[in-house]
């Protein structure tokens, strides 16, 4: 499995984007994905996961009611809509792939695939 992520550049604060990541490869093996992020100096964290299927999503915390999850069953590809975007958004954006969990989880090593990161980065 492939997993390449697109969508990142730089937005000014309250802005949009829009980040996607492309599966390629063996999807069928693909159960749930995630979006995590790491920013300059600190650990890659959490921010949103979504089962293969589309039903079922859930988000960081700090995320809630800005970002939304969604997937594009006919292209294999999973997005990740990005409002109301402050500067502490700032990060590499990685999206990744589990082959166990349906639903999927915050755990970073539970996800067998990754891909290269798209940057974000936030003006005040």
């Known amino acids: 499995v492939q997993l390449q992520a697109s969508g990142g550049g730089l937005v000014q604060a309250g802005g949009s984007l829009r980040l996607a990541c492309a599966a390629s490869?063996?999807?069928?093996?693909?159960?749930?994905m995630a979006w995590f992020r790491q920013a300059p100096g600190k650990e890659r964290e959490f921010v949103a996961a979504?089962?293969?299927?589309?039903?079922?999503?859930y988000y960081a915390n700090f995320v809630k009611g800005r970002f939304t999850s969604s997937r594009d069953n006919g292209r294999n590809t999973v997005y990740l809509q990005m409002n109301s975007l402050k500067p502490e958004d700032t990060a590499v954006y990685y999206c990744?792939?589990?082959?166990?969990?349906?639903?999927?989880?915050?755990?970073?090593?539970?996800?067998?695939?990754w891909g290269q990161g798209t940057q974000v980065t936030v003006s005040s």
């Open positions: 990744a792939g589990d082959r166990f969990r349906a639903i999927g989880t915050m755990v970073l090593t539970d996800y067998e695939y």
């Open positions: 490869g063996r999807t069928s093996s693909i159960r749930a």
């Open positions: 979504i089962s293969w299927s589309g039903s079922s999503t």
